[in-house]
Nanobody, 124 residues
Framework: VQLQASGGGLVQAGGSLRLSCAAS????????LGWFRQAPGKEREFVAA????????YYADSVRGRFTISRDNAKNMVYLQMNSLKFEDTAVYYC??????????????????WGQGTLVTVSS
């Protein structure tokens, strides 16, 4: 599956952004999907994940209650709604896909397919 992330940009602290990730190439509903991020000088970290049906979601503690992951299998899209953004949310955000209908991973190593990343910059 090919993944294309978009929606990043510059936003003030407290603001909102919605990231989108478009998938193509294979049956989208066969994949669990995740969002990861990497800030300058830091390792890539887990943000959120959603299983194939959308009924199971996981969030990193740092974003729980502020971010919402969702998917639309009819449109081959996954989204990350980000509210109450903080300066420390500044990073390149990546969507990723894992070919499975069993569970959903929270570790980058579980994902075989990655999008190119979209930059989110939060000004303080």
């Amino acid at each position: 599956v090919q993944l294309q992330a978009s929606g990043g940009g510059l936003v003030q602290a407290g603001g909102s952004l919605r990231l989108s990730c478009a998938a193509s190439g294979r049956t989208f509903s066969d994949y669990a999907l995740g969002w990861f991020r990497q800030a300058p000088g830091k390792e890539r970290e887990f943000v959120a994940a959603i299983n194939w049906s959308g009924h199971t979601v996981y969030y990193a503690d740092s974003v729980r209650g502020r971010f919402t992951i969702s998917r639309d299998n009819a449109k081959n899209m996954v989204y990350l709604q980000m509210n109450s953004l903080k300066f420390e949310d500044t990073a390149v955000y990546y969507c990723a896909g894992h070919y499975t209908r069993v569970g959903v991973g929270r570790y980058a190593g579980a994902y075989e397919y990655w999008g190119q990343g979209t930059l989110v910059t939060v000004s303080s």
